[in-house]
């Protein structure tokens, strides 16, 4: 089987082309390939298929040619994956599956159509908008943080941290504690601090995330529209653009003037190879 490894910001996939939809990839070998030690080691696979030829994708085949699969590295089904769907994107350019155009390109996810537009070693995508909905709490060891629930298709809780509180501080070797009462099928957590102010964004905020099925990672697309979402609100600004720094780079996360939420970053293709 082939397969070609790709992230976005440092949130790491394994690419399976499956154009139409013959793979049936159980959980145990999505587990195996994203193996850090076992296997290829990613945080999840995005598996590449005609919507048309997908149970979950076919009632978005009118709207959206591909279907993103996407994985967590334990094995799990995610509804979305902001990073994922940049890195998907790349993936369906390079392999001239999809070209680039001004109108972009639809991507069908479990969480609706989503439309990416590559613009150099950026991809920008229009996502579904975040919803923020309750107030939640987080607890890593005896610290509690209090947080906000936002939807993003995939469930999110952003926790800004207290007291001076730094990031690095942080022990996301095990998983927080959240209530499962609000999150019955589990959560990523978002701990934000404020950062320096910079020219060219209305917000600026550092984050780290610990990721439902898949643990701490480097970068987590959808975390970041959460915490972009909290902060403008935060801010009382309807509209603007938020800079978040992650471990692995820089998002940028747009509410725009037509009430569209925007995700922006890079996503890069570094190898391929073949699965014995
Ligand atoms: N890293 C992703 C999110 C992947 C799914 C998440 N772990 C979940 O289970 O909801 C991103 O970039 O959005």
């Known amino acids: 089987m082939h397969f070609t490894k790709g992230h ?4 790491d996939f394994v690419i399976i082309e499956d154009a139409d939809g013959e793979l049936d990839l159980t959980a145990a ?5 994203c193996h850090r030690r076992f296997g290829i080691g990613a945080d999840g696979v995005l ?24 994985r967590n590295s334990d094995g799990s089904i995610a509804e979305m994956c902001g990073n994922g769907v940049r890195v998907f994107t790349r993936y369906l350019l390079a392999a001239g599956l999809a070209a ?21 070693d950026q991809i920008r995508v229009h996502m579904r908008s975040p919803r923020v909905y309750a107030a939640g709490t987080a607890t890593t060891g005896p610290l509690t943080f209090p947080g906000v ?10 926790c800004g941290l207290h007291d001076g509180l730094a990031l690095s501080s942080l022990d996301l070797h095990m998983p927080p504690g959240f209530d499962k009462g609000l999150f019955p099928h589990g959560v990523n957590i ?8 910079l020219p060219e964004t209305d917000l600026h905020v550092e984050m780290r995330v610990y990721e439902r099925g898949s643990g701490e990672t480097l970068s987590c697309g959808s975390g970041a529209l959460a915490v972009g979402a909290v902060a403008l609100r935060d801010a009382g600004l309807a ?28 996503a890069v293709l570094v190898a391929s190879g073949e699965l014995i």
């Open 100 to 120: 680039s155009g001004d109108s972009g390109i639809p991507v069908a996810t479990r969480a609706g159509v989503v439309l990416a537009v590559a613009e150099g």
């Open 190 to 197: 978002e701990f934000v601090v404020p950062a320096a102010p």
């Open 149 to 158: 629930a936002v939807d993003c298709g995939n469930p999110h809780l952003v």
């Open 239 to 266: 509209m603007g653009t938020v800079a978040v720094d992650l471990p692995g780079g820089r998002l940028t996360v747009t509410h725009d003037e037509e009430d569209r939420w925007w995700l922006t970053g890079p």
């Open 29 to 33: 070998q999505v587990a195996d390939l």
């Open 47 to 70: 598996r590449v298929v005609r919507a048309a030829k997908d149970q979950a994708g076919a009632g978005m085949a009118g709207e959206a040619e591909w279907f993103m699969d996407y």
């Open 8 to 11: 976005g910001t440092g949130n």
